[in-house]
């Protein structure tokens, strides 16, 4: 705000950016410290470890740089085929849309450490309870953001942004599923797979790319989302059936497409012109239908979690 203020321009901005981030890991270190010290940990170099763990943390790094094609480099290829106007309509909705991400991200940053934790000492069928659990989460967040995120573009946005909230709930959609993508991929971590897990996100980002070659031309920045939607859909229905292959957990498929079904007609209905009473009303209505179904079916069951207990079997994990 103040280099906005004085007038100084994009790259202030950036560098403002840049400071922050410098700024909160310099903290995050120093915090990281002083935990280690008072818990009585030193560090120490073992090129053993070193090789085991970068083995198995490379690809992970190099996905997180390849799947750079299908979040962000959508917008450099934009540049090419639309106007600066529809590139900042697509900016403002990826903005709104971002906040599924934002909403997930406090489960998340608790889940994602304590899964296979989870897994070892309460065994697989309280980890597929909390993992039912996150995608009910998932998908009544989605309902909300695609209810609501409209709404704020009208009410915070200026009158030349509002077209934004047509493109909005379709970069919902397409958060949902990169989240789901998370959620759902275990096995394939459990079992050390991370070389697989880059040849799929490769080859996700190659589609993706070539759809958007493609398509954009042709259809502007719907061809964009239907390019990020296909490749997306392909590398978590991917991930999927990798991560069941190496471990399987025993989701309940069925119950969850249902789930899915409810999502999407929500979704469908938020797109609907109504009053401000009658949108909340209908966002209210399809969130009760939601969970009043994942409850009724026992797809949210909160577990009991008991002693620790051994996994034995093909799944055992280590």
């Given at each position: 705000m ?9 790259q202030?901005?950036?560098l403002?950016?840049f ?5 909160q ?7 990281q410290?002083k935990?280690n010290k008072?818990?009585g ?6 090129l053993?470890?070193?090789?085991k763990?970068?083995s198995?943390?490379?690809p992970l790094m190099?996905s997180g740089l ?11 290829l934009?540049v090419?085929?639309v106007s600066?106007n ?8 990826f903005k709104?849309?971002?906040i599924?991400?934002?909403l997930?991200?406090p489960?998340g940053?608790?889940?994602m450490?304590k ?25 009544s ?7 609501f995120?409209?709404?704020?573009i ?6 030349n942004?509002?077209?934004?909230k047509d493109?909005v709930?379709?970069?919902?959609i397409?958060?949902?599923?990169r989240?789901?993508?998370?959620l759902?991929?275990?096995g394939?971590?459990i079992k050390q797979?991370?070389k697989n897990?880059?040849?799929i ?5 190659v ?13 502007k920045?719907?061809?964009v989302?239907?390019?990020l939607?296909?490749?997306q859909?392909?590398?978590?229905l991917t991930t999927?059936?990798?991560?069941q292959?190496?471990?399987?957990f025993p989701?309940?498929i069925?119950e969850?497409i249902?789930?899915?079904t409810?999502t999407?007609?929500s979704?469908?209905?938020?797109q609907?012109?109504q009053?401000?009473l ?8 399809s969130?009760f239908?939601l969970?009043s179904y994942a409850f009724?079916?026992q797809?949210i069951s909160?577990?009991?979690i008991?002693k620790?207990?051994?996994i034995?079997?093909?799944n055992?994990?280590?």
């Amino acid at each position: 705000m103040i280099v906005l203020h004085y007038g100084f321009g994009v790259q202030a901005v950036l560098l403002a950016g840049f400071i922050s981030a410098i700024l909160q890991t310099l903290v995050i270190i120093c915090l990281q410290y002083k935990a280690n010290k008072k818990a009585g940990i030193n560090y120490h170099v073992s090129l053993c470890v070193t090789k085991k763990y970068l083995s198995y943390c490379l690809p992970l790094m190099f996905s997180g740089l390849i799947i750079f094609g299908l979040n962000g480099l959508e917008r450099w290829l934009l540049v090419y085929y639309v106007s600066f106007n529809d590139i900042a309509l697509y900016t403002v909705a990826f903005k709104f849309a971002l906040i599924l991400v934002l909403l997930m991200q406090p489960f998340g940053m608790w889940w994602m450490p304590k899964r296979f934790e989870y897994l070892s000492n309460n065994g697989i069928k309280v980890t597929t309870q909390i993992t039912h659990i996150s995608i009910v989460l998932l998908c009544s967040l989605t309902i909300c953001v695609c209810f609501f995120s409209p709404f704020f573009i009208d009410m915070f946005m200026p009158e030349n942004y509002h077209s934004a909230k047509d493109l909005v709930v379709i970069l919902v959609i397409i958060f949902a599923i990169r989240e789901l993508n998370e959620l759902i991929n275990m096995g394939a971590l459990i079992k050390q797979e991370t070389k697989n897990l880059l040849v799929i996100n490769t080859i996700a980002t190659v589609i993706g790319v070539l759809l958007i070659l493609i398509l954009t031309p042709i259809y502007k920045i719907n061809g964009v989302l239907g390019a990020l939607m296909i490749a997306q859909s392909i590398r978590t229905l991917t991930t999927y059936w990798l991560s069941q292959r190496c471990f399987y957990f025993p989701f309940a498929i069925k119950e969850i497409i249902v789930l899915f079904t409810i999502t999407i007609i929500s979704t469908v209905i938020s797109q609907l012109q109504q009053t401000l009473l009658l949108h909340i009303s209908s966002a209210v209505l399809s969130l009760f239908i939601l969970l009043s179904y994942a409850f009724g079916i026992q797809l949210i069951s909160f577990p009991i979690i008991g002693k620790s207990k051994k996994i034995t079997g093909d799944n055992d994990v280590i």
